[in-house]
Structure formats: C-alpha cells, structure tokens
C-alpha cells in the first residue's frame, strides 16, 4: 500500500514480542516511510531528537514528516487480526437466542447471506461491517462472504478502498445441508465462481498487498466430495490459503462422520481432499482428538479460536493450551455473527474467560494470561494467516 507521507509515532507502545511476553517502551518513536514500512525504532526520543536528529539521519525533509504524538493516558499497539469472521452476517450480530450451530444456519444465517446477492444491500452491510472492524482495530480480517460472485468481489472493492488488509472468500457449498434458494448448483459451477473472485482480486491488487483471495470451503458437510477435491486441486495450482471450520459442534461432527465415513475423523476428510496444509485455517476446533490434532501438526494446519461464538451458540470450550503445547498455530477469530461482537478485543476477554472455564475442568494449566492473549489477537493472528514478517 502506497503512503503519501512519512510518518512520525512518539510516546509509548506495547507490542507482543513472543506468546508470553509483552514489551513496554516509554518515550520512543517509530519511524515509517511513505510504503508503511517501520525504518526505524528510537528510545528516549523527544519531539526535538526525532525532528532534527534522526529525521536528517534518515534523508527526511520535516515538511515530508507527519508527526503524531499519544496523549497522556494513551499508547500505540499493533492492530489486530481476525483470523474468522462472516462479513455477510454482519447485520445479525448478537443474534443467536437459543439455537446451536445447525439451526442457527438455517434460521439466521443462510437468509441473511442469500440476500446479500443485491449489490445495494452488500455495499451497505461490507461498508458497515469493514468501517466498523476498522473502528475497533481490526487492520487485517480473514472474510468469508457469500456464494454470490459480484457481492464478494465487491467486499473486495471495499476493503481496498477503505484500507483494510483482507482475505476474501466466496463460500463454497453445494450439498443439500443448504436451502435450494443458496447454494452452488454444481461443484464445476462453484469452482468457476471461485476462480473468477480470484481474478477479481488479480486485477484489483496485483501484487497483493491487502487483497489476498482465499478458498472458502464453508465446511465439510456443505460440500461434496467433488467440491473439496476440485479445492484442494485449485490450491495445488494457485497456493492460495484455504480457510474453513472443523469440529465446532458435536451434531454437526456426528453429520460429517455420516457423509464421510471412509475418513478417520472430521479432520481426515479435509486432509483426504488436498485440503490440509500449512497454508489452512481451521476455525473452531472445539472438540478435536488427540489423533487430529497431530494431523494438524503434521501438515502445519493452523487454527482460529473463536471464543465469543463458542460461548454464543454453545458449542463448547476450545483447549486452547492444550493444542499449543502440541505445537499448533492458533490465532483468534471473533466469527461473527456466530460471535456478537466484531471487537478482537472482546475476542482476546473471552479467550481469556473460556480457559479459566477449561481450568475449572479440572486443568489448571489451561489458564491463559493476558500476554498470551493479545499475543493470540495480534502476532498469533499474522502467524496464522501466514503475515508474520510482512506486517
């Protein structure tokens, strides 16, 4: 992305330098040029230094300099990442009663998403949905959209123009666990739609600086067999990421072992289709054994914890402990409209919660602190989706 002035950060930051720390530097400017790159980091460093000691050190004229200093109270913090969240349910956000996941998507989900084939009404609720993420911090967000084309390619559009690093995703699915009136008529027909997003987002941002397609099986039971291998063979070709759930809700892995009883598990049907690689992410993952979560491992899968939504629609507590120390990647996700909020700050409280209740299961290992949840929403996040080095 293409700035139009360097910039100038003084006062005091916080980042997260590893999954249990946080580093605190007070008095500090950052130093970004006009690509969004960071060139330099200065402590002890005043208004006076940064203007007319390390600016001339770095070939900056003032007048090329926008300088933006905290106020007192405030510090700087990297943005967040959403690593799992349905732009097209925007608009049902805490929206869940008391429904589980299954009946959840046929009486909220799959209509509101349907409707979104008008193009006025998609303009309206992507605008909404990227300006209000934005406002809580989310400068990266993994999207799922719709099955509809032109409205997806159109979150696309949106995200550009409005500045947010995103990953975008027609949704796939075309088994009869859809309603007629939303689904791909065909696996041919959802493969073609597929491609032509990514050529979309081609033209767009050729060189991807924040437009990134990403294939969108939806999950395992909204998808045929031929679906999921044409994927994992369009993945093959293209190294696009993959993003999808698994093992959310103990109905909905009761369905998969029904569709798919020739694979060991939940899991296995992703990987028996090409589908399971180091570049997939797994949203969910609340009830994995012990067998898939080594699978993950092996083929460097990684995972998107969605606390909100987990707690929301009740499908569970996600370990999140356990499978770090199995050595899985995992970042947060806010999954709305599954999950109420579009904050990863309330993501990061609730991951928070979730493992105290986990702990309270009788592991009191599984107690996440609060270095290691903002490591989760920030760092764990670019890890996940594959950005760390890049942002």
Not at 101 to 126: G, H, I
Not at 291 to 315: F, G, M, Y
Not at 317 to 322: H, M, P, Q, S
Not at 349 to 360: E, F, G, I, K, N
Request: hydrophobic residues 40%; charged residues 20%.
């Amino acid at each position: 992305m293409s700035h139009t002035m360097k910039s100038v950060f003084l006062g005091s930051f916080i980042h997260s330098k590893r999954l249990d720390e946080l580093e605190y530097l007070h008095d500090t400017a950052v130093f970004v040029d006009e690509k969004g790159v960071i060139v330099a980091i200065e402590k002890d460093c005043d208004l006076k230094n940064a203007e007319e000691t390390i600016c001339p050190k770095l070939g900056w004229s003032r007048s090329d300099v926008t300088i933006r200093t905290a106020e007192p109270g405030q510090f700087f913090f990297p943005g967040f990442i959403d690593t799992h969240i349905h732009a097209s349910q925007f608009p049902n956000a805490g929206i869940f009663g008391k429904t589980t996941l299954l009946d959840w998507l046929n009486t909220y989900t799959f209509p509101m998403e349907a409707s979104l084939s008008s193009l006025p009404k998609a303009r309206q609720v992507y605008t909404r949905c990227i300006q209000r993420t934005l406002s809580h911090g989310t400068t990266t967000a993994s999207y799922y959209a719709t099955t509809a084309v032109a409205s997806t390619n159109l979150l696309a559009d949106i995200c550009l123009s409005l500045g947010q690093r995103a990953f975008i995703g027609r949704c796939c699915m075309d088994t009869t666990l859809s309603p007629s009136y939303y689904r791909d008529a065909s696996p041919a027909s959802a493969l073609a739609d597929t491609r032509a997003t990514i050529a979309h987002c081609a033209s767009i941002d050729p060189s991807r600086a924040l437009i990134t397609p990403i294939l969108t099986p939806r999950f395992a039971p909204s998808c045929s067999s031929e679906l999921m291998h044409g994927l994992g063979a369009l993945h093959r070709e293209t190294n696009l990421p993959i993003q999808t759930h698994v093992s959310e809700n103990t109905s909905e892995i009761a369905l998969v072992a029904e569709m798919f009883p020739a694979s060991r598990h939940y899991t296995g049907v992703y990987d028996d289709h090409g589908l399971l690689t180091e570049k997939t992410v797994l949203a969910h993952a609340v009830h994995l054994g012990e067998d898939e979560v080594q699978l993950i491992v092996a083929r460097k899968a990684k995972i998107s914890h969605c606390p909100a939504s987990n707690s929301a629609i009740t499908s569970g507590t996600a370990r999140v402990r356990w499978l770090l120390d199995r050595g899985v990647e995992v970042g947060l996700g806010t999954d709305m409209s599954g999950g109420y909020s579009p904050s990863i700050l309330e993501a990061v409280r609730q991951a928070s919660l979730v493992s105290r209740h986990v702990a309270m299961g009788g592991d009191e290992k599984a107690k996440l602190s609060i270095e290691e949840v903002l490591y989760l929403g920030t760092k764990g996040g670019a890890r996940v989706l594959g950005l760390d080095g890049k942002i």
